[in-house]
C-alpha cells in the first residue's frame, strides 16, 4: 500500500512540476512578446532552456528546503498528506489556469500542506513536524511580502531608467531595450527555475523519506532531479498563453522600457531570494507585481483596476482554497491508515 501511494505521489510531482512550468512560462516570456522582444517560439524555447538550467542549480537549496519545511509522519500517513498537498494544487493551477489568472504554485503548495496536516493530525494520523513555523513563517511572510517589494522597486526603478536614456530618439530606445528585455527574459526564467524547481525536488525528498525509502540526511536522488527537471522543461515548452495573454495585455500597457525594468527586478529579486536569503519567492506574485509597478509609472492611466483586485482576490484565495481541497483529501484517505 505504501509503493502504491508512493509512487502516486511521485506521479503527481511530475505532474505538478509539469504544470508549474507551463502556467509560470508567462511570467518570463508575456512581456518579451507583447512588446516584439521575442518571437513566442524562440521565448519559450528560451525560457525552457534556462528554467531547466535553474534547476540544475537548485538542487542543494533544494536538499535544504526539505530539512527545514516540514517533517511528514512515518509511513502511509505521510505519503498521504504529500499526495493530498499535490492533488489540491494541481486542481487549483489547473482551476486558475482556464480563468487566465496568474497564482503562486508555491502558495498552493503551502495552502496544502496546512490543511492536510491539520486533517491528519485531527484523525490522530500522525503531526505533521513544524509546519506552524516553517510554512506560515519561514514561507507564507517572503511570499507576501515579495509582490509589495516588487511592485515598489519596479515603480522606482523605472525613474532612473527613464533618465538614463531620456537624450535618445523613441526609436533607438525601444529597439536597445528589445535586445535587454530578451536577456532580462531569460534571467527571469532562470530565476523560475532556482525558485521552483526547489519545490518539486522538495516534495519528492521528503515523501520518499516519509515512505522510508531515502535516508533522512540523504541525498536527492539523481532520477529525482532528472523527473523535475524534464517536467518543467516541457510544461514550459507547452507554454500556458491564457495566462500570457493575461499578463502581457489585459492587466496594464507596457512598452519595452517597462517590460525590461519589470523582468530586470524581477530576476534579482527571485537570484537573491533563492541564493542570497534561501527564502522562496514566487515568480508568479513577483512578475507580475513588478509589470504592475513599472506599468503604473507613466503619465497615463493604462491599469485594468477590475482586475488587478481579481487577480488580488484568487491570490487571497489560493491558499485558503487548497488548504480546504487537500483536507477533504486527506479526510477520504484517512481510513487507510486510521
Given amino acids: 500500500m505504501v509503493l502504491a501511494f508512493l509512487i502516486l505521489a511521485i506521479v503527481l510531482v511530475a505532474v505538478f512540476t509539469f504544470l ?3 502556467r509560470d512560462v ?3 516570456v508575456a512581456l518579451a512578446v507583447r512588446t516584439n522582444a521575442l518571437t513566442p517560439s524562440i521565448a519559450v524555447l528560451l525560457a ?3 528554467n531547466a538550467l535553474g534547476v ?7 536538499l535544504a528546503i526539505s ?8 509511513g502511509l500517513n505521510g505519503v498521504t498528506v504529500a499526495v493530498s498537498t499535490l492533488a489540491s494544487a494541481i486542481l487549483w493551477n489547473v482551476f486558475t489556469w482556464w480563468r487566465g489568472i496568474p497564482s503562486s504554485s508555491t502558495h498552493a503548495i503551502v495552502g496544502g500542506l496546512t490543511g492536510a496536516a491539520l486533517a491528519s493530525t485531527l484523525l490522530g494520523g500522525g503531526v505533521v513536524a513544524d509546519v506552524g513555523q516553517s510554512l506560515w513563517v519561514l514561507v507564507l511572510a517572503p511570499l507576501l511580502l515579495s509582490p509589495i517589494v516588487a ?3 519596479a515603480y522606482l526603478l523605472v525613474v532612473p531608467v527613464t533618465w538614463v536614456v531620456r ?3 523613441p526609436s533607438v530606445v525601444n529597439r536597445r531595450l528589445r535586445h535587454a528585455q530578451a536577456v532580462s527574459a531569460a534571467a527571469v526564467a532562470f530565476g523560475h527555475g532556482l525558485q521552483d524547481g526547489q519545490r518539486g525536488i522538495a516534495l519528492s525528498v521528503l515523501t520518499l523519506i516519509a515512505a522510508d525509502a531515502l535516508p533522512a540526511n540523504g541525498s536527492s536522488p539523481v532520477w529525482v532531479i532528472v523527473l523535475v527537471l524534464a517536467c518543467m522543461a516541457l510544461g514550459t515548452l507547452g507554454g500556458g498563453w491564457r495566462i500570457s495573454h493575461t499578463l502581457g495585455h489585459r492587466l496594464v500597457r507596457i512598452d519595452p522600457l517597462r517590460g525590461f525594468v519589470a523582468h530586470l527586478l524581477s530576476a534579482v529579486m527571485l537570484f537573491v531570494g533563492a541564493i542570497g536569503l534561501h527564502l522562496p519567492f514566487s515568480t508568479t506574485h513577483t512578475v507580475t507585481a513588478a509589470t504592475l509597478g513599472a506599468g503604473t509609472n507613466q503619465s497615463f492611466s493604462t491599469t485594468n483596476r477590475s482586475l488587478v483586485i481579481r487577480v488580488l482576490g484568487y491570490w487571497l484565495l489560493t491558499p485558503v482554497m487548497c488548504a480546504l481541497l487537500a483536507f477533504v483529501l486527506q479526510l477520504a484517505q484517512s481510513p487507510l491508515y486510521r
Fill in 20 to 22: 508549474n512550468g507551463f
Fill in 167 to 169: 537624450h535618445m530618439q
Fill in 151 to 153: 511592485f515598489a522597486g
Fill in 48 to 50: 525552457a532552456m534556462f
Fill in 67 to 74: 530539512q527545514s519545511w516540514v517533517v511528514l509522519p512515518p
Fill in 56 to 62: 540544475l542549480i537548485s538542487v542543494p537549496f533544494a
Fill in 26 to 28: 508567462s511570467a518570463a
